[in-house]
Nanobody
């Protein structure tokens, strides 16, 4: 069974940090570009960051530039999203998704597999 599993979410105070992980099972993650998305209550899903299969290309939404870093460890079949200087507006369910090519964009149709999401709550 092909699936992506996110982990690392939780409750953190403003200014704090979290590292999300996206692990794949049933397929080889190094062959895929990975995108991180988030959806807050009452809002549309938005793209946060994406990375090419090699890790050589990355993209960030303006709202997270300078605070979030995407990386991947292909040997571990895992992609990470390091989130620093978290703000209450970062509160959302975060999803990772895998696509067969990297475009640096966040169109849902470009991604073939989606995880179930992990909750990130930034609150004092």
């Amino acid at each position: 069974q092909l699936q992506l599993v996110e982990s690392g979410g939780g409750l953190v105070q403003p200014g704090g940090s979290l590292r999300l992980s996206c692990a794949a099972s049933g397929f080889t993650l190094p062959y895929y570009a990975i995108g991180w998305f988030r959806q807050a209550p009452g809002k549309e899903r938005e793209g946060v960051s994406c990375i090419s299969s090699s890790g050589g290309s990355t993209n960030y939404a303006d709202s997270v530039k300078g605070r979030f870093t995407i990386s991947r460890d292909n040997a571990k079949n895992t992609v990470y999203l390091q989130m620093n200087s978290l703000k209450p507006e970062d509160t959302a369910v975060y999803y990772c998704a895998a696509g067969t090519y990297y475009s640096g964009t966040y169109y849902a149709e470009e991604y073939d597999y989606w995880g179930q999401g992990t909750q990130v709550t930034v609150s004092s």
